[in-house]
């Protein structure tokens, strides 16, 4: 399994930045597909993105191309979310998830996809 920890979530004006961080741990980096979430209550996850850890190029759905950027520090063991240009609708509790691999399945943005999730960062625009 894969351990995820989120951080850098808050408060953000409209038309502002924010980088989330997800570091992992208790698996091989390399190995292992790791994908952004986001969750608003009452509505169902909604797949952000994905990278497989080790210098792979990310995927992006299509709502948040162009806004938001996936990257990586490799021997950081970290995977981030870079979010520009934020709007009240991306307000939400984001969450890291990762599964174990040879690539990122080809519904990197179904939840049912990955089995190790993080605990979730809020982010609340206005």
């Known amino acids: 399994h894969v351990q995820l920890v989120e951080s850098g979530g808050g408060s953000v004006q409209t038309g502002g930045s924010l980088r989330l961080s997800c570091q992992a741990s208790?698996?091989?980096?390399?190995?292992?597909?790791v994908a952004w979430f986001r969750q608003v209550p009452g509505q169902e996850r909604e797949g952000l993105g994905a990278l497989y850890t080790g210098g792979s190029e990310p995927y992006y759905a299509g709502a948040v191309k162009g806004r938001f950027i996936i990257s990586e520090d490799i021997p950081r063991n970290t995977i981030y979310l870079e979010m520009n240009n934020l709007q009240p609708e991306d307000t939400a509790l984001y969450y890291c998830a990762a599964t174990l691999l040879a690539g990122c399945p080809s519904r990197y943005d179904a939840p049912y996809e990955y089995y190790d999730w993080g605990q979730g960062t809020q982010v609340t625009v206005s």
């Open positions: 208790g698996a091989t980096y390399g190995t292992f597909c």
